[in-house]
């Protein structure tokens, strides 16, 4: 059972930026997704990159605003936000896709990291 390990939440203003940072071992031979769940809400899928990182998904109400990529030789797999806004807010997690393209369907990844909290407050 791999161990992902999500870092990089924290606490910013609307407007501000965060990058999202996810420890994967062994990381070439996985796709890795990216997940949100906010207070009382269902989680859902914000973004996913292939293996080769040539192809990737996004979420609609993420698009233009936050960009998915992986550093294979440091074994992470980065997401980086921008234009944050307060409906933004909740604990992100990463987890490696088992299905055969991306998706944002949670029952197309396991391995789930504990997460990290990103609040977008004033």
């Known amino acids: 059972q791999l161990q992902l390990v999500e870092s990089g939440g924290g606490l910013v203003q609307p407007g501000g930026s965060l990058r999202l940072s996810c420890a994967v071992p062994?990381?070439?031979?996985?796709?890795v997704g990216w997940f949100r769940q906010a207070p009382g809400k269902e989680r859902e899928g914000v973004s996913c990159?292939?293996?080769?990182?040539?192809?990737?998904h996004y979420a609609d109400s993420v698009k233009g605003r936050f960009t998915i990529s992986r550093d294979n030789a440091k074994n992470t797999v980065f997401l980086q936000m921008n234009s944050l806004k307060a409906g933004d807010t909740g604990t992100y997690y990463c987890?490696?896709?088992?299905?055969?393209?991306?998706?944002?369907?949670?029952?197309?990844?396991?391995?789930w990291g504990q997460g990290t909290q990103v609040t977008v407050s004033s």
């Open positions: 987890a490696i896709l088992t299905a055969p393209l991306c998706s944002g369907l949670e029952a197309d990844f396991a391995s």
């Open positions: 062994r990381l070439p031979y996985y796709a």
């Open positions: 990159i292939s293996i080769s990182g040539a192809n990737t």
